[in-house]
């Protein structure tokens, strides 16, 4: 039996690390599976017609609800924060940023012209003072560890200022959030964006939308950032097969753009 060593063994054990440090450690495809089988629509053989039957009343119909009409806000104000440090008092302090307060908000992290920012919908839930504290936050670090950053290369800020499940991203942009995350992005100036969930798109100025392609450059006053629209992290952690079609996305992309 031939015992020599396999070729590029050092190599393709580097490989295999990188990929389990970035959390990758299934093998999943594309091709779609017919897990569900149609049911048969032919009727029972042993049912026995009823007798006499007669048609059912139909329903009333129900009117829709309508949603409120949402009152746009100018939540940056006549003096608009102009430095990242600003921004941040302003993002703890104003009144109007949701419909909660002050307390309890999050602030992001991280310097002006960074490498990249990553930004997310909206604090974990258990986060306090520092922003992805909890296990989406663990997941984070290890993919930016294996895309080979330092976290002093990276600017982290979420578009809602405290933990939001189920936010209606549309309505809060529609009443004047969209320009705050408009201006935060302005005012860190990172290389690119990193947008982790599709709900953000209506605070960025696009559509609500599922396509992950469809986010190319976020529009500023003057300028464009290239982004990068993926699944949340919660997505990314709660189906692992979505991370091996993050990792093919990022990779194509940050070769073009970093």
């Known amino acids: 039996m031939d015992t020599s060593p396999t070729p590029y063994k050092d190599e393709l054990a580097s490989a295999f690390s990188w990929w389990r440090d970035a959390g990758v450690d299934q093998d999943f495809t594309d091709d779609a599976t017919a897990w ?6 032919r009727p029972a053989l042993d049912a026995e017609p009823e007798a006499h039957s007669v048609p059912a009343k139909p329903a009333p119909a129900q009117s829709v609800p309508q949603s409120p009409k949402v009152e746009r806000v100018d939540l940056l104000g006549s003096s608009p924060p102009e430095t990242l ?3 941040r008092e302003f993002w703890m302090e104003a009144p109007g940023l949701d419909a909660i307060g002050p307390r309890g908000r ?66 809060i942009a529609a009443g004047g959030m969209d320009v705050v995350t408009l201006h935060h ?21 696009g559509i609500s939308t ?31 097969r979505l991370k091996a079609r993050f990792w093919r996305r990022w990779i194509e992309w940050s070769a073009e753009v970093l």
Do not use: C, W
């Open 36 to 41: 569900l089988v149609e049911e048969d629509a």
């Open 85 to 87: 440090e600003a921004f």
């Open 106 to 171: 999050v602030p992001p992290r991280g310097g002006p012209n960074a490498q990249l920012m990553v930004l997310v919908t909206d604090p974990e839930q258990g986060d306090r003072d520092r922003l992805l504290s909890g296990p989406q936050g663990e997941l984070l670090d290890a993919m930016l560890r294996a895309m080979g950053f330092e976290e002093g290369q990276i600017y982290f800020a979420s578009a809602l200022p405290r933990h939001t499940p189920m936010a209606d991203t549309p309505a």
């Open 185 to 205: 992005i302005a005012l860190a100036q990172p290389k690119a964006v990193l947008v982790m969930g599709t709900n953000i798109l209506p605070l960025i100025g």
């Open 210 to 240: 599922k396509d992950p392609q469809s986010l190319r450059e976020i529009n500023l006053t003057g300028s464009s950032k290239p982004a990068l629209l993926t699944d949340g992290l919660d997505s990314l952690t709660a189906m692992p």
